[in-house]
């Protein structure tokens, strides 16, 4: 819960604003980037919401922040944020909200999907709030979750004591310790089904792998995102944790893949053609080149 008394001074006045526990994950800003902005170390309200939409959007915000820093002076109906969740992106695939403190604000996914194809997917952890788990069981539980990487595990465990589904991750990211029930290995792309490819990716951390859905959304993890500000696909130097040169490579192995959509754990998720993206992965992995 928000303290008024916590408030940043960056916060225009008025209603909604975020206080000093803000962990600067940008979920808000990429909800809502109408009412808040990062203004450098932390993000804050810079324009108030003046309609209903942008109050809908800054509701979200407020569900989805990992670190409940966002608040408000007025009554708001929590609903409003809260049913919001798990909110639809395009197709099939909707964004989870609800983001955990634990893995700084990693967005996940739920893929809702018949039995017949697989049954649902969860991609990344979400927090574990009772909200969201009543919303997923009525759009027919989880099946399998997928796992991109170590750091954005989150409540893993309870949504395999929740729903009983098979945690799929790979072997160097520590998949055997976390109790993981499919463990995948090397450096070859697996075919989950139909639809669903595993493919590795190592660079930000030596297990960490993307998912590729129905070859048009690509699931990214901390691999591969959007940057608003130089329009195009970008990856994070700073957080090359395993390595940068081996990111390289990974991304290049990307090339001959098919993607509309690019949604990843952090930074901004991207929507084009398949032309375009491929386009886009190269100008980002000649980028990362001079980095
Ligand atoms: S969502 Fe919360 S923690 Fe993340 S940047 Fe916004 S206020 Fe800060």
Known sequence: ???????????????????????????????APAVFRDHGEQCSVYHQPENEADTRLALMALVACPTGSIGTTKHHDAHIG??????????????????????????????????SEGGNLLIDSPRFATQLVKRIEKLGRVKQMLLTHRDDVADHELFRKKFGCERIMHAD?????????????????????NDLLIIPTPGHTRGHVVFLYRNKFLFTGDHLAWS????????????????????????????????????????????????????????CIAWMKTR
């Open 1 to 31: 819960m928000a303290s008024i008394q916590q408030r940043l001074p960056e916060n225009v006045p008025g209603d909604f604003f975020v206080d000093t526990s803000c962990i600067d994950c940008d979920t808000c800003s990429q909800l």
């Open 82 to 115: 809260i049913d919001a969740f798990p909110s639809l992106i395009a197709e099939n695939v909707y964004f989870c909200g609800f983001t955990s403190e634990s893995s700084f604000g990693a967005w996940s996914y739920l893929v809702v999907r018949p039995d």
């Open 173 to 193: 990211d520590g998949a055997s310790k976390l109790g993981v029930e499919r463990v995948i290995e090397g450096d070859e792309p697996v075919q989950l089904d």
């Open 228 to 283: 608003p500000t130089r329009e195009t696909l970008t990856a994070f130097r700073s957080v090359a944790w395993y390595s940068w040169a081996k990111q390289i490579e990974s991304m290049a192995a990307l090339a001959s893949y098919d993607f509309e959509w690019v949604l990843p754990g952090h930074g901004s998720l991207h929507h084009d053609t398949s032309e375009n993206m491929r386009y886009h992965l190269q100008s």
